[in-house]
């Protein structure tokens, strides 16, 4: 069954403009999801330095540091960390907490903690 051009061009105004109906509704969506992975990438590297910093600490410990200069490396590398430390046996330990926040909405807590050999050079 052939079509007549008349039902092609109603058929055309019809669809005509549904691309950027589908866009409209399909881009908010997409920016929101690179965001989101975004902020995820941000607060995994955040994880990483609050981990790598809390080590440091704890090997400063170990050395015989004092515990402010241990706490003052963990937030010189991540500046709003809460850090606690202690000792367990012969070992230095060092904790941190953080807020990894993404979007102003989403808050996610970020732990790490380390210990070291106490007396250790």
């Known amino acids: 069954m052939r079509r007549t051009n008349n039902e092609m061009t109603r058929r055309r105004d019809f669809e005509r403009g549904s691309v950027a109906a589908e866009l409209a509704i399909a881009l908010p969506a997409v920016v929101l999801a690179l965001l989101l992975g975004v902020g995820a990438l941000g607060a995994a590297a955040r994880q990483v330095s609050l981990q790598d910093a809390v080590a440091d600490a704890a090997?400063?410990?170990g050395r015989g540091e004092s515990a402010a200069i241990a706490h003052a490396a963990v937030t010189a590398s991540v500046s709003d960390a809460n850090v606690s430390s202690e000792l367990r046996g012969d070992l230095s330990c060092v904790?941190?907490?953080v807020d990894a926040v993404i979007g102003r909405i989403i808050h996610i807590p970020l732990t790490a903690s380390s210990c070291a050999l106490?007396?250790?050079?």
């Open 95 to 97: 904790s941190a907490r």
């Open 118 to 121: 106490s007396g250790g050079l």
């Open 59 to 61: 090997r400063l410990l």
